[in-house]
T-cell receptor, first 110, second 114 residues
Framework: KNEVEQSPQNLTAQEGEFITINCSYS?????LHWLQQHPGGGIVSLFM???GKKKHGRLIATINIQEKHSSLHITASHPRDSAVYIC????????????FGAGTILRVKS | GAVVSQHPSRVICKSGTSVKIECRSL??????MFWYRQFPKQSLMLMAT?????????EQGVEKDKFLINHASLTLSTLTVTSAHPEDSSFYIC??????????FGSGTRLTVV
């Protein structure tokens, strides 16, 4: 079993829909990152969370430390949101290393 | 904001040659740089961690003689794929860290060995 699990693997949504991507982890972490990878391969860091909730524009990320679960929400989705979304856990005993989930491929249709 | 420049973005090389990939932090000093490899439809796999002025720490299964990493300054790390073979064809991406949790990723390099 992977230390960081994401669901769903693939997600197709209609423009305007509310989207949720989930991330569960089975190990102790000091922080969790949500990353966005565009079709060309470049990666953008969206959020870094250690507790609670963060919001940036139409993106919201939450984390529940007790349940070892994080979610990334996209409100009013748009075709330009189409990308791979990756959660990555900062392992406590691994220092600065990240452990990555497999990613969620999101396609938003117009 | 923090910017990491990775160069080249694409490279095609002949089998047996070496390829150097550069990762440069443009507006901050990176205490640590990480090199990842990504196969199609798979997530990132950490290859090695490098700190300025010291030897890189390689992950299990990564050949240090094949993937040479140099972190000569706080703003530059290089990955050299030596004696490249077709199975080394992959997407390579770096990230730079300023502090414990802050990461900035490069734009990646798509290597094709023919």
């Amino acid at each position: 079993k992977n230390e960081v699990e994401q669901s769903p693997q693939n997600l197709t949504a209609q423009e305007g829909e509310f989207i949720t991507i989930n991330c569960s982890y089975s190990v102790g972490i000091s922080a969790l990152h949500w990353l966005q990878q565009h079709p060309g391969g470049g990666i953008v860091s969206l959020f870094m969370l250690s507790s609670g909730k963060k919001k940036h524009g139409r993106l919201i990320a939450t984390i529940n430390i007790q349940e070892k679960h994080s979610s990334l929400h996209i409100t009013a989705s748009h075709p330009r949101d189409s990308a791979v979304y990756i959660c990555a856990a900062h392992r406590m005993e691994y220092g600065n290393k990240l452990v990555f989930g497999a990613g969620t491929i999101l396609r938003v249709k117009s | 904001g923090a910017v990491v420049s990775q160069h080249p973005s694409r490279v095609i090389c002949k089998s047996g040659t070496s390829v150097k990939i550069e990762c440069r932090s443009l507006d901050f000093q990176a205490t640590t740089m990480f090199w990842y490899r990504q196969f199609p439809k798979q997530s990132l796999m950490l290859m090695a961690t490098s700190n300025e002025g010291s030897k890189a720490t390689y992950e299990q299964g990564v050949e240090k003689d094949k993937f040479l990493i140099n972190h000569a300054s706080l703003t530059l790390s290089t990955l050299t794929v030596t004696s490249a073979h077709p199975e080394d064809s992959s997407f390579y991406i770096c990230s730079a860290s300023r502090d414990t949790y802050g990461y900035t990723f490069g734009s990646g390099t798509r290597l094709t060995v023919v």
